[in-house]
């Protein structure tokens, strides 16, 4: 089998991040500002805890009609089950692990610390890069 590059090499290493006890009002116009649709959400240490999308921002804006009061922490609308890739996973698994599932992108983890992001878009250009 080939020797594959790995996803360590092809993803998104300048990321937003947030913080569980940041404000999700100031959480929801950075990704908004950035044009992200979600953006991983870690702790002190580096470690991930979760991911922040602007689906989860919806719930937060939905919650704040109903009760005519808009606030809270990242914490209380992230999503805490967090499907990763290693950061030495090759391509081609990694491409596997899309088709698998309906994540357009995964956070990319070294030993628990989040040290980057990959896309759909990373796997393809990186897979189309060794046929052409």
């Known amino acids: 089998m080939k020797n594959f590059p790995m996803v360590r090499n092809c993803m998104a290493t300048d990321l937003i991040t947030l913080s569980p ?6 959480a929801m116009t950075a990704l908004l500002d950035a044009k992200i649709s ?16 602007k689906k989860d921002c919806l719930k937060a804006a939905l919650n704040a009609s109903y009760y005519q009061e808009w606030g809270g922490a990242v914490a209380d609308y992230m999503s805490i089950q967090v499907k990763t890739l290693d950061g030495d996973l090759n391509i081609v698994q990694a491409a596997e692990a899309f088709l698998a599932s309906p994540y357009r992108r995964f ?26």
């Open 21 to 26: 006890d940041a404000e999700i009002t100031l």
């Open 38 to 53: 979600g953006a991983p959400v870690v702790d002190k240490r580096g470690l991930l805890v979760g991911v922040l999308s």
């Open 107 to 132: 956070p990319v983890l070294d030993k628990g610390i989040l040290i980057g992001q990959v896309s759909r878009c990373d796997i393809l250009k990186a897979l189309s890069e060794l046929w052409v």
